[in-house]
């Protein structure tokens, strides 16, 4: 172990005086006393340290837990190792992938322990038996590269910095899901550090009820340090259709026409993200938008056609390659998005596609806009998504409920006054409830890894709310797991 302490002297890796702040004396001893056995090269680092930001930082500054350690394992008996001594030790904890989660939940976690995962983030392809297995710190960005060399593509998100693992204990939503479905549904097996500090194998065989749960609700049952998924076929040999256009206003409504029109016709090889942002250079909202399409140019420029039609702004079409796609599409958005940002997000899923909603919701934000110039950062992404091959598996085959879902919307709203943070939080309800209302589920349905942390567990787990509950009081009684949607206390 490398720690900024002044006890490990003795294994010649004395960085400097750490401000241990409120850590006591013996929880402080029992992490760092070489009789732990921490492997060579974990890490603790202490606040005020750039190791510790390095450890800690996340995207979003917003309603953000905070630690006053933080350990960053290089093998996985290290994490079962930190699990079991901050239980001993009463220590709240929190895992943490990517970094990538808004959810307001974490938040109630101050002053915890961090146990960081980036350590573990290797990537490895076996293409004999045609499986990915990835370190449970691995970020989507790390995929691509090794699977497509290998002759394969694996569904990932559409960004390069969240964790693929990450995203995956939610659900894992992309662009390939129409062809191979969420990222669970590609997941065989993990490696897993339980409540009670156990390092366990969990798959369809190997506790089979924890593995239904895991799939769409993992942070509340343990720590996943490794995941191994079956690799897919390329489709069309890898090469991917991509097209970008930016739309001025005027076009909004016969857009959001357009994207009604896929309600039901939407071929699985396709996906389409847009976003209303504000253009400063115009004074105006508009829409920047990408659709791909896994598959041929001629039929990638025959689904597009009604776009050019509406008179873009600009527009980009290019085949491209599936490793090169997150770097690629939306102008390379994919990798722009990873700066560090401060805002609310909200989620919401749903069935139906109304022009209508979309309608009301471009003129919501349209007007937000003029009323907050300060807030001109927030913007709405709808991400509709082919459902397929993801409808291929039942609701209640995995913890994540919503297959049916063809629309999620990203709901992210900033400002730099407290005025206008406080108006988008409000505002960012107002939206969710609009969508919710003409979304044709019950109410409202949120992927939770999009969650804002204030919906009940029946809107971010649907039908299988009770189930998860009953199996949380087996596999976490003392709910240690708890800052993510706690399916021990958040209202049904
Ligand atoms: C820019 C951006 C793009 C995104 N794109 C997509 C997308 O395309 N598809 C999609 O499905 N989602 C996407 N998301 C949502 C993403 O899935 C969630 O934010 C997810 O929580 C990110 O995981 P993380 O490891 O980066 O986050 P963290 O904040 O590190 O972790 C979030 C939660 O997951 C838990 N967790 C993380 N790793 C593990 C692990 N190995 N074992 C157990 N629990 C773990 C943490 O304990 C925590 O409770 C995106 C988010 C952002 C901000
Ligand atoms: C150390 O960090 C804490 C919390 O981030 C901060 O309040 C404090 O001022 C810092 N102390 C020093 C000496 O920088
Ligand atoms: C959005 O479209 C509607 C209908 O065409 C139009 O009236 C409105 O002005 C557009 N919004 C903006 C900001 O241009
Ligand atoms: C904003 O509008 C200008 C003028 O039409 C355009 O050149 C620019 O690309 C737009 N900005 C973005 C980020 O799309
Ligand atoms: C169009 O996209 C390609 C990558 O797909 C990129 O290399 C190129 O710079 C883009 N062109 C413009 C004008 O943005």
């Not at 996340?58 to 239980?87: C, G, S, Y």
């Not at 992938?97 to 290797?122: E, F, M, P, Y």
């Not at 239904?212 to 390329?234: D, E, K, M, Q, V």
């Not at 209302?437 to 009940?456: F, I, M, N, P, Q």
Request: net charge negative.
């Amino acid at each position: 172990m490398r720690a900024v302490s002044t006890t490990l002297g003795a294994l010649g890796l004395l960085l400097c005086v750490p401000s241990t702040l409120a850590l006591p004396s013996d929880v402080y001893a029992a992490f760092t006393r070489p009789a732990q056995g921490w492997d060579a090269e974990t890490t603790i680092n202490f606040p005020n340290t750039t190791g510790f930001d390095e450890a800690t930082e996340r995207w979003n500054t917003l309603d953000q837990p905070t630690f006053r350690m933080a350990i960053t394992p290089a093998v996985e008996e290290d994490v079962a190792r930190a699990v079991r001594i901050a239980k001993a030790w009463k220590l709240p904890f929190l895992a943490t992938g990517g970094r990538h989660s808004s959810t307001t939940t974490l938040g109630k976690l101050q002053n915890g322990l961090a146990i960081d995962l980036s350590a573990l983030n290797s990537v490895q392809v076996d293409a004999d038996s045609e499986t990915l297995t990835v370190g449970g710190g691995a970020v989507f960005g790390d995929i691509p590269g090794p699977v497509y060399e290998a002759g394969f593509q694996m569904p990932i998100g559409s960004c390069a910095c969240p964790g693929m693992v990450g995203a995956t204990v939610g659900g894992g939503l992309g662009r390939w899901q129409g062809v191979d479905g969420l990222i669970i549904d590609n997941l065989l097996s993990v490696r897993m550090v339980t409540a009670n500090g156990r390092l366990i194998d969990v798959s369809e065989t190997s506790h089979p009820d924890l593995f239904w749960a895991i799939r769409g609700a993992a942070p509340n049952f343990g720590i996943i340090t490794s995941a191994t998924y079956r690799l897919r076929p390329l489709t069309n040999g890898g090469e991917v259709f991509s097209a970008d256009f930016v739309l001025p206003a005027s076009a909004n409504a016969s857009y959001f026409d357009l994207l009604q029109s896929l309600e039901g016709t939407m071929p699985p090889e396709l996906a389409t993200m847009s976003i209303i942002v504000y253009n400063e250079t115009l004074a105006a909202p508009q829409i920047s938008l990408n659709w791909i399409y896994l598959g041929s140019e001629e039929r990638g420029r025959e689904l597009v056609a009604p776009i050019f039609a509406l008179n873009p702004i600009s527009h980009n079409i290019t085949m491209a390659r599936y490793d090169t796609i997150t770097g690629t599409a939306m102008g390379g958005g994919g990798y722009s998005i990873c700066d560090t940002v401060s805002l609310a997000g909200f989620g919401v899923s749903y069935r139906r596609l109304d022009a209508e909603t979309y309608r009301h919701v471009f003129r919501m934000l349209s007007d937000w806009y003029v009323e907050y110039p300060d807030g001109r950062t927030s913007s709405v992404e709808i991400e509709i998504f082919a459902p397929q091959a993801v409808m291929e598996v039942g609701s209640t085959d995995t913890a994540y409920p919503w297959r049916d879902t063809l629309g999620y919307t990203g709901i992210s709203f900033s400002g730099t006054s407290p005025e206008t943070q406080e108006a988008g939080v409000e505002m960012g309800k107002v939206v969710r409830a609009a969508f919710a209302e003409t979304g044709g589920y019950d109410g409202l349905a949120t992927y939770v890894s999009y969650g804002h942390g204030d919906e009940r567990l029946s809107e971010v787990f649907g039908e299988n709310a009770p189930r998860l509950v009953e199996l949380k009081k087996k596999w976490d009684p003392e709910n240690v797991f708890r800052y993510f949607f706690s399916l021990a206390t958040t209202p049904i």
